[in-house]
């Protein structure tokens, strides 16, 4: 898969089938469209591509109006998140940069600037709420409308429905504040994961006596956060299972940066191993949400009881 910062670059397909949205987390009901674009993609001879946006349009908004309260949790990062899209085989991906400048596009903008002579687009499939440019005053009527005058093809895709509940980021979302891993595996279709590469810490781990693989959460709001039963990819032939904390580690750092911290529960590696190795991390169960500790010990008889209990979650769930 391809990816452009933007639709200004020479080597962007000049025509495409083009679906629009954030897809966060890329849930069961994304890959229910992406499966229906490439579709209709192979079907005209095209390549698929997805516009998405960073930051998220809520995210701008939200720091316009001073309220980061109303941005939403973020699911995935972007890395995650064009990983995903490839593994759907999305061929191209076109990231553009949610602005005021590309907020105040009108409508009409939207389209002749945008769709039309920025992506070439010949096929365009929307979800069922889909609204686009200024004051979010276009709609589906709109943009067939348009597509019925510039030449391309617009499609509609209804929700996408698992044991009766519209699939969507925000179901993802509450799932994960609520630790159920096992519902939010139900709304991807696989387990959550997060990757990364590996980064230098504190070297706390050591003193404390559990080593830690490092990962930082590009955002400071993750949708999940807490003390995890892990699994990890990436640094052995088959996975290694673990225990970690995802969060902004109130005990030890008060600067609110957000980081993944694994701890491999049959470390396999050297002492310096797995640095600069990127990593995909995927949390199975949820067992404590973050919290503060009075002391360096009793951060250390709390990690030691989320390594027992670790244990004997997988002794249970092999």
Request: hydrophobic residues 45%; glycine residues 10%.
């Amino acid at each position: 898969m391809r990816v452009f910062r933007g639709f200004h670059h020479p080597g962007i397909a000049p025509a495409c089938a083009l679906t629009i949205g954030n897809f966060d987390g890329v849930h069961r009901g994304h890959q229910a469209m992406l499966a229906l674009l490439h579709n209709e993609a192979q079907h005209r001879k095209l390549p698929s591509c997805v516009m998405t946006f960073e930051p998220h349009p809520r995210d701008h908004f939200a720091r316009l109006a001073g309220k980061p309260e109303l941005a939403p949790a973020r699911i995935a990062t972007l890395r995650d998140k064009l990983s995903e899209l490839e593994r759907c085989g999305v061929d191209q991906a076109v990231v553009l940069r949610f602005d005021t400048r590309f907020a105040s596009l009108s409508p009409q903008a939207f389209i002749d600037d945008v769709l039309v002579r920025g992506l070439g687009a010949r096929y365009v499939l929307v979800g069922d709420d889909f609204r686009f440019g200024a004051r979010r005053a276009g709609d589906y009527a709109m943009l067939d409308a348009a597509g019925q005058a510039a030449g391309f093809d617009v499609a509609r895709m209804m929700s996408y429905e698992v044991h009766g509940l519209r699939v969507s980021s925000s179901a993802v979302r509450e799932a994960l504040a609520a630790g159920d891993m096992a519902n939010v595996a139900t709304l991807l279709g696989r387990p959550y994961s997060i990757s990364g590469h590996v980064v230098h810490g504190r070297k706390l781990g050591r003193e404390l006596g559990f080593r830690t693989l490092n990962l930082r959460f590009g955002h400071p709001k993750p949708a999940a956060a807490g003390i995890f039963v892990v699994r990890v990819w990436g640094l052995a032939p088959g996975p290694l299972d673990g225990v970690a904390s995802l969060g902004v580690r109130p005990t030890v750092d008060d600067s609110g940066r957000v980081l993944l911290e694994v701890h491999c529960l049959d470390w396999p590696l050297g002492l310096d191993a797995g640095y600069g190795a990127c990593v995909r991390v995927e949390l199975l169960h949820k067992l404590r949400d973050e919290q503060r500790f009075e002391s360096m010990a009793a951060l250390r008889e709390g990690i030691a009881l989320d390594e027992a209990q670790a244990r004997g979650w997988l002794k249970v769930h092999p």
